[in-house]
């Protein structure tokens, strides 16, 4: 109860699901052989921890970023270009995370400052502008960031394949450096989404929602809305920049398609309002099922696909292809927004009913 | 306070005209900048026939949110729709587009474009009824709801038409330029400056002089009052989603004839441009939208042949600098 600070998931089906899946996530190594369920594994972790920390600013004070992407690229790039221009050693390590997290909660703050005065339609806007000239930035500044081919780096002597911890002959697996980043990519997303449970369950949390539910009134309470909204908004960046670095140092690269493109930041919408959007425990369902269906859907519609254009069909096997699934998962988006916005969780708490969460204005 | 008689006329508002001296001043301060008057020229030329394009697409955008409140992040999604729609016509017709005959290829491009334009909009009618009506006056699930219309609008067209880029290539007549002394303006874009001219000078016709303007107008300032005057602005709301969206088609059109290509993801690209337009020159205002689709071109342009470095960030830049001068755009025209 103190690790979940007093907000447990409050639905036995949910408290299931949820072991079920910390459970399956923690003994991935042992239980799914191959490098293919490790790596839907450890990205399951970074993005839960990504998505929760953007269900901070969407779920609990209402405000659209498009810039999430952006944070989580910083914290990607800091480590790759300091593991890169470094080499493998922990104190690159270091300077990756030392560099890039106050980079990111900076730039969260500048455009908090800058745009969170007025409307949330307006901070949506100009999240979206910021976040597409980084991204050309990004991009374009090849002698820091290798441009579109983004940076390859390797991970210091411990966390690399080759060096076996523990070897084969004592347990039945091997332990690798591997495995043990693996681990470390998980527990360290599971600290980022206690850590975000802990700070929307504490009195800060509770202002958060009354800005969400009625800037105005908050405001007359007498709290000053901008200060908790950019608070709020450095917290999200700084975890998202801690899940950039998690996922750079699992794939040991840090490009513009794996961490700062705008698809990653439509993907990541579509977890939490899946999941549930002012819940947390809806991140991690979100991105379990996302990314379980982006890695295991697509070879079932291809299937889908081969068998409606073997049949003759017109247009299906188009529809169908696997390339098309964002399709399919787009239209689960707008018919969860619209059926039950409070999501997987959301519907999991209230046994049914339809309890919409109050949406600003 | 001056008495005012009865007889007299209402006072008139007074214009607020810096907003419009600033793109001039722009222009004038980049001459000795930039050094020869010829280039400047070319540039001065791209950068209105490039501004025209931009607010034709935006001004939908920015009439919607001002009318009603609603912020369509699928805007994008009607542009590529309609740069797509044409190349169903273009493409069987591409004899007549290589004539060298000005009127065989507008007798093709006309059709094109309208039926670009009747598509987009009747999607926006299906957008409206389908996506904005039922979570109308929440601004939280409109943003949501409207970016999974572009989600799927997106992906649909990548189903219909397939991920590859579908050249489109400009008309013969349309090619080359205009050549006056030492200075070359390109024949498409005074072609693509007439038609934003004349979407301009209609819009406002239809603003300030129709009865159906002067209730847009109303509208955009006090919705209740209007509805409480009897008028169903749901209905004018719809008239002006639709028109937006046939507009966001026609200007997808012009600006795939000016990038001589067609791709799904150029609805991304122009969405925050067009954002940045809007927010520039202030939510709901045409006029601002106008200058605001001038200034953004004019600064990629000046600023793409001065600092080519620049040019990536330029737009963020004069967003901040607009904003720093006037919160609310150029003119804030909502009280929202």
Known sequence: ?361 | MTEIAAADPLPKPKRDIAPILLPIALALVMIPLIGSPSTWLTLTAASLAMGMMIFIMASGLTLVFGLMDVLNFGHGAFIAVGAYVATLVLAPFAASMQADSLWINLAVLAPAALLSMAVSGALGLVVERVLILPVYGQHLKQILMTTGGLIVAEQTMYALWGPQIIPMPLPTSLRGSFIFGDVAIAKYRVLAMLIGLGVFIAIQLVLNRTKLGLLIRAGVENREMVEALGYRIRRLFLGVFMTGSALAGLGGVMWALYREQVHASMSDELTVLIFVVVIIGGLGSIGGCFIGAILVAMVANYGGFLVPKLALVSNILLMVAILMWRPRGLYAVTSR
């Open chain 1, 1 to 361: 109860m103190m690790l979940l600070s007093g907000d447990p998931p409050r639905s036995r089906v949910l408290t299931l699901l949820l072991v079920v899946i910390i459970l399956a996530l923690a003994a991935t190594p042992f239980l799914f052989p191959g490098a293919k369920a490790l790596n839907v594994a450890a990205k399951i972790c970074v993005f839960a921890a990504l998505v929760a920390s953007y269900d901070l600013l969407l779920g609990y004070t209402g405000s659209v970023s498009f810039a999430h992407t952006m944070f989580y690229g910083i914290g990607s790039y800091a480590i790759a270009i300091a593991l890169y221009g470094m080499g493998p050693n922990w104190a690159a390590v270091a300077t990756g995370i030392v560099v890039g997290l106050p980079l990111a909660a900076l730039l969260a703050l500048a455009i908090g400052l800058f745009s969170l005065r007025v409307a949330a339609i307006f901070f949506a806007m100009i999240t979206l502008a910021v976040a597409s000239a980084f991204q050309v930035l990004a991009s374009q500044l090849s002698w820091l960031t290798g441009g579109e081919d983004g940076r390859s780096f390797q991970l210091p002597e411990l966390l690399r394949p080759g060096t076996v911890l523990i070897s084969k002959s004592l347990f039945g697996f091997e332990i690798n450096g591997r495995i043990l980043t693996f681990y470390l990519v998980f527990a360290v997303s599971a600290l980022m989404i206690l850590a975000l449970l802990r700070v929307v369950n504490s009195p800060f949390g509770r202002v958060l929602q009354a800005i969400r539910e009625n800037r105005f009134r908050a405001e007359a309470l007498g709290f000053r809305t901008v200060f908790h909204l950019s608070y709020a908004n450095c917290l999200a960046a700084l975890v998202a920049a801690g899940a950039g670095i998690l996922n750079a140092l699992w794939l040991r690269y840090a490009g513009p398609d794996t961490s700062l493109s705008f698809s990653i930041m439509l993907d990541i919408l579509l977890m939490v309002v899946i999941g549930g959007m002012g819940t947390i425990y809806g991140a991690i369902i979100g991105a379990t099922i996302f990314i379980l269906a982006q890695n295991y859907l697509q070879s079932l519609m291809g299937v889908a696909s081969k068998a409606a254009s073997e049949a003759g069909l017109p247009l299906l096997p188009g529809l169908l292809h696997p390339d098309r699934w964002l399709l399919w998962l787009g239209l689960l988006f707008i018919a969860s927004v619209y059926f039950f916005p409070t999501g997987v969780v959301g519907r999991l708490r209230n046994g049914g009913g339809d309890k919409s969460t109050g949406a600003s204005h």
